[in-house]
């Protein structure tokens, strides 16, 4: 007579695949990488880059002086926002709804694709495709 033999696999968070979430941030990235057993680190991905071996998707430019001032702030009420930020505020709110089916966003990224892709294609100020 066989006996039954069941496993149970759990995979880390870490390393589960990103198809929900196509777009990520390097830093991710390099964590996921790592969580699957492809030894990679910040230095590694620039030298890859630079050696046109491996690009990103897209490219995310934050001003610099928002990052400053998001960094000595507790949120963003305690600070002045200018009103040149405001294209990287609204793409940063649409690409954080767009994961939610409750925000419009979340439609309008089903119609229109991922607000990264229509960022590329209306030329958003803030978002570049890395020249190869």
């Known amino acids: 007579m066989s006996k039954k033999v069941e496993f ?15 777009y990520i941030r390097h830093t991710n990235f390099i964590d996921y990488c790592n969580a699957n057993k492809v030894d990679l680190s ?26 400053r001032r ?8 305690t600070y002045k926002i200018r009103d040149e930020w405001m294209p990287f505020i609204n793409l940063e709110d649409r690409i954080n709804e767009s994961h939610f089916w409750q925000f419009n ?3 309008e990224a089903i119609k229109f694709g991922h607000p990264l892709e ?15």
């Open 8 to 22: 149970t696999f759990q995979i880390t968070s870490k390393a589960r695949s990103r198809d929900d979430d196509p």
């Open 42 to 67: 910040e230095n590694f991905l620039e030298a890859f880059e630079k050696n046109g071996l491996l690009y990103p998707c897209v490219r995310v430019l934050k001003p610099r002086e928002l990052l």
């Open 118 to 132: 229509r960022a590329i294609r209306e030329k958003h100020p803030f978002v570049f495709e890395p020249r190869l």
């Open 70 to 77: 998001e960094c000595r702030a507790a949120n963003r009420s």
């Open 105 to 107: 966003e979340f439609q």
